[in-house]
């Protein structure tokens, strides 16, 4: 396999149903809801251009899998369990951040993997069609950041959570309080600042324009805490600059899960201490 022809297939694609986004950006759009187990509204909310992006990223994609016997995993699609019988899947949120988009406020993306059936993120291409920033990797070819190889800076002596929503609205706030205290004090930082409201792929990139940050979803029993197609391009993206992407106990992020595509149960850690 050329990974960097994929590469090339799943950038075009990106910009693409990117450019079909930044064309919505100052119109009205019809807000439907999925009937799915997520716990958040802004799981369950999508538009018709979450659908027209997913057609769009289709159209580049099916025919790589037709030659190459790769499956597919998008949000919009019904999971058909192609993943777990070829090598690989392309994974895909056509447009990751719906209820920024809708509330016309940055923090949506468009996210395309490619993943092994071991979980293994190989490729990584997310577009943010608000800064029109683009960001790639490819396992064991490092991170770029506008095809310029990326090199992570410490921005702040504060720590930055990011995450979904506001501290304050989380109903584990005091318990994730303590634990970013514990932090601040151990990195000898000054204080926790938050910076809240975008969706899973942005806000990971936001860890790692905003050193030192994190990124932490805590282990719970309701099915949430985002899907497979949330962190598997942002994961290969940490792990080409060694950062951790991982479950809440550091262990390894299972992006192939078999019961269903959620990351409740484990929960997530997304780090840059640089």
Same mark, same amino acid.
């Given at each position: 396999?050329? $990974?960097?022809?994929? %590469? @090339?297939?799943?950038?075009?694609?990106?910009?693409?149903?990117?450019?079909?986004?930044?064309?919505? $950006? @100052?119109?009205?759009?019809?807000?439907?809801?999925?009937?799915?187990?997520?716990?958040? +509204?802004?799981?369950?909310?999508?538009?018709?251009?979450?659908? /027209?992006?997913?057609?769009?990223?289709?159209? +580049?994609?099916?025919?790589?899998?037709? =030659?190459?016997?790769?499956?597919?995993?998008?949000?919009?699609?019904?999971?058909?369990?192609?993943?777990?019988?070829?090598?690989?899947?392309?994974?895909?949120?056509?447009?990751?951040?719906?209820?920024?988009?809708?509330?016309?406020?940055?923090?949506?993306?468009?996210?395309?993997?490619?993943?092994?059936?071991?979980? =293994?993120?190989?490729? /990584?291409?997310?577009?943010?069609?608000?800064?029109?920033?683009?960001?790639?990797?490819?396992?064991?070819?490092?991170?770029?950041?506008?095809?310029?190889?990326?090199?992570?800076?410490? /921005?702040?002596?504060?720590?930055?959570?990011?995450?979904?929503?506001?501290?304050?609205?989380?109903?584990?706030?005091?318990?994730?309080? %303590?634990?970013?205290?514990?932090?601040?004090?151990?990195?000898?930082?000054?204080?926790?600042?938050?910076?809240?409201?975008?969706?899973?792929?942005?806000?990971?990139?936001?860890?790692?324009?905003?050193?030192?940050?994190?990124?932490?979803?805590?282990?719970?029993?309701?099915?949430?805490?985002?899907?497979?197609?949330?962190?598997?391009?942002?994961?290969?993206? +940490?792990?080409?600059?060694?950062?951790?992407? =991982?479950?809440?106990?550091?262990?390894?992020?299972?992006?192939?899960?078999?019961?269903? =595509?959620?990351?409740?149960?484990?929960?997530?850690?997304?780090? @840059?201490?640089?």
């Amino acid at each position: 396999m050329n $990974l960097t022809q994929f %590469k @090339n297939i799943a950038i075009q694609a990106a910009l693409d149903a990117g450019a079909v986004i930044q064309r919505y $950006l @100052n119109e009205d759009i019809v807000v439907e809801h999925k009937k799915i187990d997520g716990s958040s +509204y802004a799981s369950q909310v999508v538009t018709e251009v979450d659908r /027209a992006c997913e057609a769009i990223i289709l159209k +580049y994609l099916l025919p790589t899998c037709e =030659t190459f016997g790769i499956a597919i995993l998008s949000e919009e699609t019904v999971d058909d369990g192609g993943r777990f019988h070829k090598d690989f899947f392309w994974c895909i949120d056509p447009m990751d951040g719906t209820l920024a988009f809708i509330e016309k406020r940055s923090g949506f993306s468009v996210s395309i993997a490619l993943v092994s059936q071991d979980g =293994t993120p190989l490729i /990584a291409v997310i577009y943010d069609p608000s800064s029109k920033n683009l960001y790639h990797a490819i396992k064991g070819a490092g991170a770029y950041k506008n095809n310029n190889f990326w090199k992570i800076k410490r /921005a702040n002596n504060h720590l930055s959570y990011v995450n979904d929503r506001k501290l304050k609205d989380n109903p584990r706030s005091e318990e994730l309080e %303590k634990l970013l205290n514990n932090m601040t004090m151990e990195l000898g930082l000054n204080e926790v600042q938050e910076i809240s409201g975008a969706g899973a792929v942005m806000n990971a990139i936001l860890v790692l324009e905003n050193s030192p940050a994190c990124m932490i979803k805590l282990p719970k029993k309701e099915s949430g805490g985002g899907s497979l197609w949330d962190y598997a391009a942002t994961a290969c993206i +940490y792990n080409e600059l060694r950062l951790p992407a =991982t479950n809440y106990e550091g262990g390894r992020l299972n992006l192939n899960k078999k019961d269903n =595509t959620f990351m409740n149960q484990k929960g997530i850690y997304f780090a @840059n201490f640089t």
